[in-house]
C-alpha cells in the first residue's frame, strides 16, 4: 500500500470523532514528515527564520507535481532558527522554502505554510501529539 500524503493523514485526523481515533490514526500512519509537521507546528522551541505568512509561489498541480514532502521534509532544517540555514541570506533561504513548496502536493505546500505560520491542523491537539508521538514536543 502506497504511503498517504501528510495532508491526507491529518485530513483523516480531523474527521476521527474521539481523541483515541486520532492517536491510532497518528500512528498507524507515522513518518517523520508527519512528525516534522506536527512538531514544527506545536512545539514552541521550534521558531523559524522565514517571514509571516504565505510567500509568491506558484503551487504545483495536484496530480502532477515534481517531488513529495515524504522526501522533501529534509530541508526544513534550513528554515529553522538556529539551523544551517542561519548562515544563508534572507533572500537565499527564501528561495529554497518557495521551491521546497513549488515542488510538492500543494495541499502539502499549504501544510507547509501553516507550520511556519504555526497554525495547527484542523482536529490535531497537542495532548493528541504528545499521546501518538511522546517526547516529540520538547515542552
Known amino acids: 500500500m502506497a504511503k498517504k500524503y ?6 483523516d485526523v480531523a474527521k476521527a470523532k474521539s481523541k483515541a481515533d486520532k492517536i491510532k490514526l497518528l500512528k498507524q500512519n507515522e513518518s517523520w514528515a508527519l512528525k516534522d509537521i506536527l512538531r514544527g507546528t506545536l512545539d514552541t522551541k521550534v521558531t523559524w ?6 510567500p509568491p509561489y506558484q503551487e ?9 514532502l515524504q522526501r522533501e521534509y529534509k530541508q526544513f532544517a534550513w528554515f529553522v532558527k538556529g539551523g544551517k540555514g542561519d548562515k544563508l ?9 518557495i521551491g521546497l513548496l513549488e515542488g510538492v502536493h500543494p495541499e502539502d505546500a499549504k501544510l ?10 484542523k482536529g490535531v491537539t497537542k495532548p493528541v501529539v504528545q499521546e ?8
Open 132 to 139: 501518538a508521538f511522546p517526547g516529540l514536543l520538547r515542552e
Open 112 to 121: 507547509v505554510i501553516d507550520m511556519i505560520n504555526k497554525k495547527s491542523p
Open 6 to 11: 501528510v495532508f491526507e493523514v491529518l485530513s
Open 89 to 97: 541570506p534572507a533572500f537565499k533561504r527564501e528561495r529554497l522554502f
Open 60 to 68: 504545483a498541480e495536484d496530480h502532477n507535481h515534481p517531488t513529495e
Open 49 to 54: 527564520n522565514l517571514p509571516e505568512g504565505a
